[in-house]
T-cell receptor, first 111, second 114 residues
Framework: GEDVEQSLFLSVREGDSSVINCTYT??????LYWYKQEPGAGLQLLTY?????DMKQDQRLTVLLNKKDKHLSLRIADTQTGDSAIYFCAEKKAAGNKLTFGGGTRVLVKP | NAGVTQTPKFRILKIGQSMTLQCTQDMNHNYMYWYRQDPGMGLKLIYYSVGAGITDKGEVPNGYNVSRSTTEDFPLRLELAAPSQTSVYFCASSLDGYSGNTIYFGEGSWLTVV
C-alpha cells in the first residue's frame, strides 16, 4: 500500500468540527505535516507536529498523533466555508528532507 | 520576500515538444524541490537539490531534467513531452534538510500535453 493514506472526502456543516484522518507506515518519521490546498492554488502549511509529541493545538486546529498506531488526525473546530479545500498530510523521514504526501482529503463545508 | 515563484502558470504543449518550467526563490534556501500532482493524488517528488551544483532524483524523475547553477533558481526541463506528463507541477524550497518545519511551495504550474 501507499506510505501515507487518507480518506478521499469529508462533508461537514458550517460550525461543526471536522476531523481528517491520516495513516502512515514509516515509524522513523520525524515530522508530520498538514497542508491545505485551495482550488487553483499551491499548498499552504497549516501546522506540523514533531514525532515525540502526541498533541499540538494552534487556534482552531488540533493535531493528534498516535505513534504506536501511526495515525495522525487534524481537527478543525467551528468549521467555516473558507475551510473548504483539500487537506494533505505528509511525513518527513529521518533521513533527508523529502516529504511523502497522502492523496489528500477533500473537505466540503455546507452552510 | 516573494517566496517561491514559478512560471508559467498555465501551458499547453504538443507531444514531443520541449519546455522549461522556471522556479526561483528569494529566501536564500539551500534545498529546492520539484513535485508533480496528478488528479486525486498526492504530490510525487521529481527531483530535488541540496545546494547549487547538486541535484538528485526523486520518486518519478523519468522524462525530466533539472539544473541548479545558482542558489535562487531551479528550472525543470521536459525534453520530449508526453501525455503522461499532463499534471500540476509545484516547486518548493526549504532552508536546509534538518529544520522541522517549513517547506515553502510555489503556486503551481498547470501543464497539459496534447
Amino acid at each position: 500500500g501507499e506510505d501515507v493514506e487518507q480518506s478521499l472526502f469529508l462533508s461537514v456543516r458550517e460550525g461543526d468540527s471536522s476531523v481528517i484522518n491520516c495513516t502512515y507506515t514509516d515509524s522513523s518519521s520525524t515530522y508530520l505535516y498538514w497542508y491545505k490546498q485551495e482550488p487553483g492554488a499551491g499548498l499552504q502549511l497549516l501546522t506540523y507536529i514533531f514525532s515525540n509529541m502526541d498533541m499540538k493545538q494552534d487556534q482552531r486546529l488540533t493535531v493528534l498523533l498516535n505513534k504506536k498506531d501511526k495515525h495522525l488526525s487534524l481537527r478543525i473546530a467551528d468549521t467555516q466555508t473558507g475551510d473548504s479545500a483539500i487537506y494533505f498530510c505528509a511525513e518527513k523521514k529521518a533521513a533527508g528532507n523529502k516529504l511523502t504526501f497522502g492523496g489528500g482529503t477533500r473537505v466540503l463545508v455546507k452552510p | 520576500n516573494a517566496g517561491v515563484t514559478q512560471t508559467p502558470k498555465f501551458r499547453i504543449l504538443k507531444i514531443g515538444q520541449s519546455m522549461t518550467l522556471q522556479c526561483t526563490q528569494d529566501m536564500n534556501h539551500n534545498y529546492m524541490y520539484w513535485y508533480r500532482q496528478d488528479p486525486g493524488m498526492g504530490l510525487k517528488l521529481i527531483y530535488y537539490s541540496v545546494g547549487a551544483g547538486i541535484t538528485d532524483k526523486g520518486e518519478v524523475p523519468n522524462g525530466y531534467n533539472v539544473s541548479r547553477s545558482t542558489t535562487e533558481d531551479f528550472p525543470l526541463r521536459l525534453e520530449l513531452a508526453a501525455p503522461s506528463q499532463t499534471s500540476v507541477y509545484f516547486c518548493a524550497s526549504s532552508l536546509d534538510g534538518y529544520s522541522g518545519n517549513t517547506i515553502y511551495f510555489g503556486e503551481g504550474s498547470w501543464l497539459t500535453v496534447v
